[in-house]
């Protein structure tokens, strides 16, 4: 391995070199939003009043009705290739019943979209 020196290959490089050995690119975001420096970069912190495990309780809940909707959609077609292949009733009502699950899972979704954000109550 070879060493070279620190300005051989910057016109290579797509990172430009920083100009003191130890500085970082990060901006510290307590000084920001202390002087209130306008960095667009800030996240302000989470508000104390947000119930936290209610959001991610309803956010898993989302995402298992987008999962019950694309395995509803998907059987329910499966269902109604076999039902135009073999024309046998049942699978025809398990190709209805699938639609009905896949829709009932995407009005859940919207829904839980669209709620407000849960508080605590105190």
Request: glycine fraction near 6%; charge should be neutral.
């Amino acid at each position: 391995m070879e060493h070279r020196a620190a300005g051989d290959d910057i016109d290579q490089s797509f990172v430009p070199p920083l100009n003191a050995p130890d500085a970082t690119d990060v901006p510290d975001q307590r000084a920001a939003a202390v002087t209130g420096s306008g960095d667009p970069g800030f996240v302000r912190p989470p508000s104390d009043d947000i119930d936290f495990a209610a959001v991610i309780r309803r956010s898993d809940l989302s995402r298992a009705s987008l999962r019950a909707a694309w395995s509803a959609i998907a059987v329910g077609a499966l269902a109604v290739i076999a039902f135009l292949l073999t024309q046998v009733l049942p699978i025809a009502v398990l190709a209805v019943v699938c639609g009905v699950v896949a829709i009932g899972a995407a009005l859940l979704r919207l829904r839980l979209l669209r709620a407000p954000v849960p508080r605590l109550n105190r």
